[in-house]
């Protein structure tokens, strides 16, 4: 157990479905991510964010929004997606905050989501 | 070429082997990260470091910031140690390679 939880683990969506991932960090971080890891490619960046505010979208496209209530919780919410965006989809946590992306934390990740896109 | 170059993509050895596994990176960096993802997909931090060496029980990362290069040891491996191994360079905008799969036979 790395202290940051993801749900669900598994999810089927249709292209025209809207779902939500959800993530939540039990580690007083204050940073949170999305990443995405798609079969024989790199693990990919798509969002970052420092005491709830996105400092970093990493040119994701706009069906996959994030939303970061508190700095404990972390949402990746989907509609009309393609199925090449079937992916694991992996929430992480660091320290961190605004103005201090130049320092490097270690990250925390959660188990990840399975998607796949019908 | 991506950023970040991992060698061997795929490594299997023998229980009790001296592994080595190599990242190359092209721009300067503020800390090199390497993880461990096991089956499954969790992914584990195992080091973090911008200059020098750090152990962890069996394992030693080292990074030459003049070479641009890091390198992840395990000494007296364990088929336990089989997993993918990711090193990844930035702060919080982490750029990864594309890990390397390390199979320890009994």
């Known amino acids: 157990e790395t202290g940051v939880t993801q749900t669900p683990r598994h999810l089927v969506m249709g292209m025209t479905n809207k779902k939500s991932l959800k993530c939540e960090q039990h580690?007083?971080?204050?940073?949170m991510y999305w990443y995405k890891q798609s079969a024989k490619k790199p693990l990919e960046l798509m969002f970052v964010y420092n005491f709830k505010e996105q400092t970093e979208n990493n040119s994701v496209p706009s069906r996959f929004s994030p939303e970061c209530p508190n700095s404990s919780h972390l949402f990746l919410h989907l509609h009309t997606l393609q199925p090449e965006d079937s992916a694991l989809y992996l929430c992480?946590?660091?320290?961190?905050?605004?103005?201090?992306?130049?320092?490097?934390?270690?990250?925390?990740f959660g188990p990840g989501t399975r998607l796949t896109v019908t | 070429k991506n950023e970040v170059e991992q060698s061997p993509q795929n490594l299997t050895a023998q229980e009790g082997e001296f592994i080595t596994i190599n990242c190359s990176y092209s721009?300067?960096?503020?800390?090199l990260h390497w993880l461990q993802q096991h089956p499954g997909g969790g992914i584990v931090s195992l080091f973090m470091?911008?200059?020098g060496k750090k152990k962890h029980g069996r394992l030693i990362a080292t990074i030459n910031i003049q070479e641009k290069h890091s390198s992840l040891h395990i000494t007296a491996s364990h088929p336990r140690d089989s997993a993918v191994y990711i090193c990844a360079k930035g702060a919080q905008k982490l750029v990864f390679g594309q890990g390397t799969r390390l199979t320890i036979n009994p």
């Open positions: 470091l911008s200059s």
């Open positions: 580690l007083g971080h204050n940073a």
């Open positions: 721009v300067g960096i503020s800390a």
């Open positions: 992480a946590s660091s320290q961190g905050g605004q103005g201090y992306t130049a320092f490097s934390y270690e990250q925390y």
